[in-house]
């Protein structure tokens, strides 16, 4: 470079520079301007920092009915040494308490520093204590759920304990939502340098709308409850899906609980049965065979096979229920009289790789993804598990030898009710989250059996209900339906004719289906048979199910008057 | 003629050094920002990372010729233009998933590319540089196409940067003052279109003129930041001791200057302040001493990018200048801008290396004028004209 534009660059970079000093100089004069304002002091310890409870969201039914609410109670509680007047202290306490002022009276005369006297006194009955001004009575507010319809669909609701741990249901499944999020404070300086608190506050619990109907919820439960009582089962679950989105509109388990008080004879009243425990189906399993096959195209609507009473399978005999033989007979008879040769001759048509596909199409093994705590996948043996044997071909055709949740079960017969198609049960239809609001939409899983298949195992069903229609029928109705009796395996490995599963799943109405519902009696002891125990309980719901939604009579719906 | 350049193993030690220093203590001072955070070895380990990548790229860049560099200066640039446009279209992951570390941010690549670009462009200019049509107007359009893409990402504070830095460097190389002045004032009305466009921009400004304004939204940063600095005093509460940098936004990045001002106190910034003071002095004397006019103008370049950067995070964390998400370089996490501002350090480095025989030196003066790769360096229409008017 020459030596003038040497001195140039030297020039204008000492200008640059020059440049950069002065905002130096700026930030410098700054900080030292800081150094002139009075220190700023440490912020206090911070367990001065507080947490601030949300309010957990509410549940309400499909039409906005309360289910669970969260509300402040008062534990209530005295330090004796503090009570002036222990005898007028005590004569108030049980007027506001309804308890005998004898009883308050021996316990606040107790030797002790601390007394509880009751817990989960209600606000108003805490408001009127502490008016009073008294010295030594406490009243210490708790946050408790409340569910204003005792026991109604506490099977699906699950509860949530004093200490705040949600247990069971959705409850429990929707914990997260439920609960909100904690707000909370913690200490700062304002610019001055004064101690301020910054607040976040707390962030409420989202409010959850069911599918479930209160209305529906409770005819499920009256009818179970009576078909519970009248055959002396040891067990009673009732579940009704609408078969096009579904929305489970109702979910019940017998014997049930209150979920304010909890009071049980045993905690495995707490499971629902309904969705994580298995049970053996029986014949309302033939349903799944039979679609199934028709599907595959092993057999069609006017197939016969011939019924000898006993086939071979894997070195194993298969029998039908009644031990008889009925020479050719017609799928419509095999539905209808519930012929194990039959759907053991139809698995073995269609041979053990579809058959288990169909059943994997069902999704039994699988969990169905419904929105409540603790669903079980059952349990079905597939070929290539070392346990399976080629007889439970034969045997799982019929329901025996596999295991399968109520709600497995009704989700199936409703993907068959549906014309193939199989929909994702759920319970929860919309969250409200302030004003946010989040609807729940219907999920496909899949066609699962083509419409045509569904269509005719449906005007099977119809039949095989027809012929005990003074059990299961409601006039002016057509219902599709097929009962279910299974053997109960006793501990000792053998099989008592009077330990039965009772079951019988259906819907109406046949062509166009807006229900569709599974009851299962486990052990009932005065009726043993799927459709003479359960069918009533079926019958009753359908009933009732019909005229509460308001669907007019097939001969009105269809205009053949 | 050619130019007999040597490149010798005596670097700028100091520099390297200063560097080297500034590193280490922004990994400590990341460490101590995000003490409180789940994340934080993470961030430390990352940043870690990126600093042994950024040396790499130190030594790299201060080993290859600067030749080089300027014979790869038109696609260096195309790729700067071309990842902006592109950022542009993938809908701003680079400024808003910046915090996550996770994307790179090209915005911090094209910075230096554009120095090393505008250095290509103005050496072979010469005294046309005065020249309207040849310098300030091709240096204005240059300059508000590259900017308009990093405003319209949005990051005000990279573009005032970039703007700043080619402007300082189109002074350096010659241009006319009042040409100057002039695009300077522009520039201000363009800018100030911008503050009252862009609406967080206009809240910054509006806060810098009254900080207790808007306390909740806007001021409540530098709010937070004062009361961190304050804190501090003249020597601090010592590192890691800091209360305030946990109510700082991104005390690991834009606002690191006031943890160090909190822990270290006034006595710490003045010291900082003090190292990118030799830095860039360093990076001037390099600058001065280079071999060519390309490399002086590439070293003048870095320096002031490097101070720029340095003093607008510094400035606009103690409220001197309206608060801009700017990082403070080799000392802010963040690996594009870890890596890219060591890699300029790298290019200081290596014009330190070459040393040219004073008589030859003399000579490449008169080289100016050479067609010596000019053409691949920016072509217009224009200009080949007037190369073949000179040449008749």
Known sequence: ?561 | MIARRKATKSLDYPLMLSVVVLVIFGIMMIFSATFTWKTSTTFVLKQVAFAVVGFGAMAFMSLIDQHILRRWALPIMGICVVALVGVLFMGGGGTSSWVSGASVQPTEFVKLGFIIYMAAWLAPQGGRIRDITYGLIPFAVLLGVVCGLIVLEPDVGAAVLIAGTALAMFFIAGADIKQLLFSILLGAAVLYILVSALPYAGDRVRVFIDPSSDPLRTGYQIQRILTALRSGGMFGRGLGNGEFKQMLPLPHTDAIFPVIGEELGMVGCLVVLGVYGLIVWRGMKISINAPDVFSSLLAAGVSCWIALQALVHIAGNTAALPYTGVTLPFVSYGGSSLIMTLAGAGVLLGVSRVKVDKQVAASTTFAFGRRNRRTRVSRTGRRRGMEAHRRR
């Not at chain 1, 028709?294 to 029998?319: F, K, M, Q, W």
């Open chain 1, 1 to 561: 470079m020459n030596s003038a534009r040497q001195a140039q660059l030297y020039r204008r970079m000492l200008a640059v520079g020059a440049f950069f000093l002065l905002i130096g100089g700026l930030a410098v004069a700054k900080l030292a301007s800081l150094q002139g304002l009075p220190a700023v002091q440490a912020l206090p310890e911070s367990d001065e920092s507080r947490s601030f409870e949300p309010q957990r969201g509410s549940i309400f039914d499909a039409h906005g009915y309360l289910l669970a609410v969260s509300t402040t109670v008062y534990d209530l509680a005295a330090l004796p040494a503090n009570i002036t007047d222990t005898l007028s202290t005590a004569g108030l306490l049980s007027e506001v308490l309804h308890r005998p002022s004898l009883d308050l009276l021996q316990l606040l005369q107790q030797g002790k520093t601390y007394i509880r006297i009751q817990r989960g006194v209600s606000q108003e009955q805490a408001d009127t204590i502490l008016s009073w001004k008294r010295s030594g009575l406490q009243a210490e507010p708790r946050s408790t759920r409340v569910y204003p319809n005792g026991a109604l669909a506490v099977c699906a609701l699950g509860f949530v304990t004093e200490s705040g741990v949600a247990s069971h249901g959705i409850e429990a499944k929707y914990d997260d939502e439920l609960g909100g999020e904690p707000g909370y404070r913690v200490p700062d300086r304002d610019s001055m340098g004064g101690l301020v608190y910054r607040y976040y506050p707390p962030h409420d619990g989202v409010d959850l709308y069911l599918t479930l109907d209160r209305n529906i919820q409770h005819v499920v439960e009256q009818a179970l409850e009576r078909g519970v009582r009248s055959t002396m089962a040891s067990k009673g679950i009732a579940v009704v899906m609408d078969p096009r989105t579904g929305a489970i509109l109702a979910m019940a388990v017998l014997p049930d609980y209150d979920p304010n008080t909890r009071i049980v004879s045993d905690e495995s009243i707490f499971v629902n049965s309904a969705v994580s425990e298995a049970y053996e189906p029986g014949s309302v399993f033939k349903v799944i065979t039979v679609v199934s096959a028709l599907d595959a195209g092993t057999i069609n609507a006017s197939s016969t096979y011939y019924d000898s009473g006993e086939i071979l399978v894997g070195g194993r005999p298969i029998r039908n229920s009644d031990l008889k033989a009925h020479g050719e007979t017609s799928i419509r008879d095999l539905l209808a009289k519930s012929l194990n040769v039959g759907s053991a001759t139809v698995s073995g048509r269609m041979g053990a790789k579809k058959f288990y596909e169909y059943l994997s199409r069902f999704r039994f093994g699988q969990l169905t993804g419904i929105d409540l705590a603790l669903e079980t996948s059952g349990w079905v043996r597939m070929p290539g598990n070392p346990e399976w044997h080629e007889s439970d071909l034969a045997t799982n055709s019929y329901g025996q030898g596999l295991a399968v949740t109520p709600l497995q079960m009704i989700s199936a017969i409703a993907a068959v009710a549906n014309h193939g198609v199989m929909m994702r049960p759920y319970v929860v239809a919309r969250q409200v989250d302030g004003s946010q609001v989040t609807e729940v939409s219907p999920q496909v899983l899949r066609q699962v059996v083509s419409s045509e298949a569904a269509s005719e195992v449906t005007d099977i069903l119809v039949y095989a209900a027809e012929t005990v229609a003074d059990i299961v029928g409601v006039s002016g109705y057509s219902v599709a339906g097929k009962s279910g009796t299974s053997e109960v395996y006793t501990s000792s490995g053998g099989v008592d004719p009077n330990e039965t599963v009772a079951s019988f799943a259906g819907y109406a109405p046949a062509d166009d289906p807006r229900f569709a519902i599974l009851v299962v009696l486990d052990r009932p002891q005065l009726e043993h048979y799927g459709t003479r125990a359960a069918g009533p309980v079926f019958q009753e719901i359908a009933e009732e199910m019909l005229s509460l939604m308001g669907v007019p009579p097939d001969n009105v719906r269809t205009g053949n008057r």
